[in-house]
């Protein structure tokens, strides 16, 4: 009876814990498949099964969120007793401070130079003649090629010159004339002097007799004129080069009717230039000349207008100055628009490499010879019209002194003229790292000369 009430209790309570979580369940279904306890000796009660411990209850989210706890508790510890450890090895060691940049400094490069300034000019003809027609008539040759180079007195045009032969033949007849009636002329003035003595002949008649002399010597000398101005015309129709040097093209064809005169719309043939020497003309500004002037007032220099400056030039693709010349010209007023002066400077041309309308440079000497300081151009900064150079002073310092600049060498070096000596120390690599009153860690070096790159060479452009 005892049993059948225990049964029936049981599945009253297996109903009332229904609602209870996954892990009551479990605890459940675990508890149905254990083996059931004998009962006890007729007539005892059996217990009552003791109920399953929290633990057993637990979800899996309670699980991971004491797992979590666990391991925040093991970091917590591990940091701890990192701290410890090391305040027990002691404190680390002060960052130190970074060293100083580290930039190359050396002594400006002394050597003994004269100054150039340097101008960009255009070369022109020494001589450039338009050769013209002096006679009118009809073009019978042209006695040259297009581009020759011909001396002075070779025959380059022929007009045709009948017409002018012609006409030297009758002025000459007509001198011949003119000589006949001056010889009679005489020759009745004497008759008549002769009778005038013997009280035969008026002194009227004399008189008539002695103009006519003079009107016939007139016309004789008029007709010799006139057969030297047809000789002269007959001359024209062969024209020669006035000077030497190179031909253009001819602008007439043969058989042609050109124009001539000293006057009027007379036609032109072609054109010659002279070619050794030639020319370099350039524009220099009031700023130049007057810092030209002043080194002249002060006796460094010479004047132009007095003496023959020597100068130097190239062409625009070379690097060397090869060409050596001599100012001669310097014109006598600056241009208003521009504010410039002219001046001329001649080069010999040998070889003729050289042809009008080529573009060239050339230096003017701005000093005698003396002790230069020079340093890489590319050590020189600029600070807005400023020009600087950082020097490094003995205790490390970078120090920026400003300085009055030169010219470029040929070796790409920077003259300075005014504002370091010859004992600073400039830096010359890593501008870049230095900074005007910050420390620096100088390293030793030496301005040496840098050659310029060669130009490029010109790939010559097939025919088409």
Known sequence: ??????????????????????????????????????????????????????TARQSPWGRRVANLLIALLLIAGAALLNQYWGFWRGAPPAQQAPAPPKVTVAKPLVEELREWSDFTGQFEARESVEIRARVSGYLESVNFTDGQLVKKGDLLFVIEPRPFEIALETSKTQVTQAEAEFQLAKVQLERTAQLLKNKYATQETYDERLAQVNIAKASRDAAVAAVNQAQLNLDYTRVTAPVAGRMGRHEVSVGNLVMGGVTGNTTLLTTIVSLDPIWLTFNVSEGDGMTYKRLVQRGEIKSPRDNAIEVQGQLMDEKDWTLKGNIDFVDNQYTRTSGTIRVRASFSNPDLFITPGQFGRVRVPMSQL????????AAV???????????????????PKPVELGSVTDDNLRIIRSGITADDQVIISGLLRARPGQKVTPEQGTVRPQKAPPAPAVQPTPAD
């Open 370 to 377: 003396h002790p230069t300081l020079l340093v890489p151009d």
């Open 1 to 54: 009876m005892m049993q059948k009430r225990i049964r029936e209790e049981s599945p009253r309570r297996e109903r009332r814990e229904e609602p209870e979580t996954e892990a009551d369940d479990s605890a459940a279904a675990l508890k149905s498949e254990a083996p059931a306890r004998k009962p006890d000796a007729p007539g005892r009660t059996a217990p009552e099964t003791a109920p399953p411990p929290e």
């Open 381 to 399: 900064v600029t600070d807005q019209s400023v020009k600087l150079l950082f020097t490094v002073a003995p205790d490390g310092t970078v120090v």
